[in-house]
């Protein structure tokens, strides 16, 4: 089945400490790639998205995303996480191929501790 | 600045009642959805329309239904609410590219209670 997968549920990392959270999808074709956020208690927000160019796209927040698609991957990073970054993280795919529809994964929870 | 407004912030029912959420976009866009948020399962699709009148099955539609009769608006309706309907229910918009749908705006969500 096509889907949407992140492998990290919860990280937990603590204040200026590095940051990857993977996301892998399964639709062949064009996609269209997004990162989103959700802050405690807050609606849920664009971080960055990728449709064509530089695989490499940077995002708000100092977050950035590698498409590797040849791993069929799009992998958020951060170089130095903050305190403020504690959030929900969302991957989610987009393509012709899959309609008017996008396709979520379920998301990584990350706390950084100060 | 963009919006996506939903009727009400939180809801409380009663198992059988009717219950209907509003979502209003701002954003003139064609394409509108209906999720709901449950933790560790992430975001569902309900259901979703890309024109006025238009609507199509999600991932899990059974016990929904929607309506959508003027562009901007969006309507999510439990025929008969049951307790294991209890979810974040978020509405978004987006319009439409050339390779599929741009990025999603998303409402604050309503956060339904079923007694």
């Known amino acids: 089945a096509q889907s949407v997968s992140q492998h990290n549920h919860h990280v937990i990392l603590s204040e200026a400490a590095s940051l990857e959270l993977g996301c892998n999808y399964s639709?062949?074709?064009?996609?269209?790639l997004f990162w989103y956020v959700q802050y405690p208690g807050q609606h849920l927000q664009l971080l960055l998205k990728?449709?064509?160019?530089?695989?490499l796209v940077k995002g708000i927040k100092g977050f950035e995303a590698e498409f590797i698609k040849s791993k069929f991957s799009f992998n958020l990073r951060k170089p130095s996480v903050q305190w403020s970054d504690t959030a929900e993280y969302f991957c989610?795919?987009?393509?012709?191929?899959?309609?008017?529809?996008?396709?979520f994964g379920t998301g990584t929870s990350l706390t950084v501790i100060p | 600045d963009v919006k996506v407004t939903q009727s009400s912030r939180y809801l409380v029912k009663r198992t059988g009642e009717k219950v209907f959420l509003e979502c209003v976009q701002d954003?003139?866009?064609?394409?509108m959805f209906w999720y709901r948020q449950d933790p560790g399962l992430g975001l569902r699709l309900i259901y979703f329309?890309?024109?006025?009148?238009?609507?199509e099955k999600g991932d899990i539609p059974e016990g929904y239904s929607v309506s959508r009769e003027k562009k901007e608006r969006f309507s999510l309706i439990l025929e008969s609410a049951s307790t294991n309907q209890t979810s974040m229910y978020l509405c978004?918009?987006?319009?439409?590219?050339?390779?599929?749908?741009?990025?999603?705006?998303f409402g604050p969500g309503t956060r339904l209670t079923v007694l």
């Open positions: 978004a918009s987006s319009s439409t590219s050339g390779t599929g749908l741009n990025e999603q705006f």
């Open positions: 639709y062949g074709g064009t996609v269209n």
């Open positions: 990728y449709f064509s160019g530089d695989p």
């Open positions: 989610a795919v987009n393509s012709l191929n899959t309609g008017n529809q996008f396709y």
């Open positions: 954003m003139d866009h064609e394409n």
């Open positions: 329309s890309y024109d006025v009148k238009m609507k």
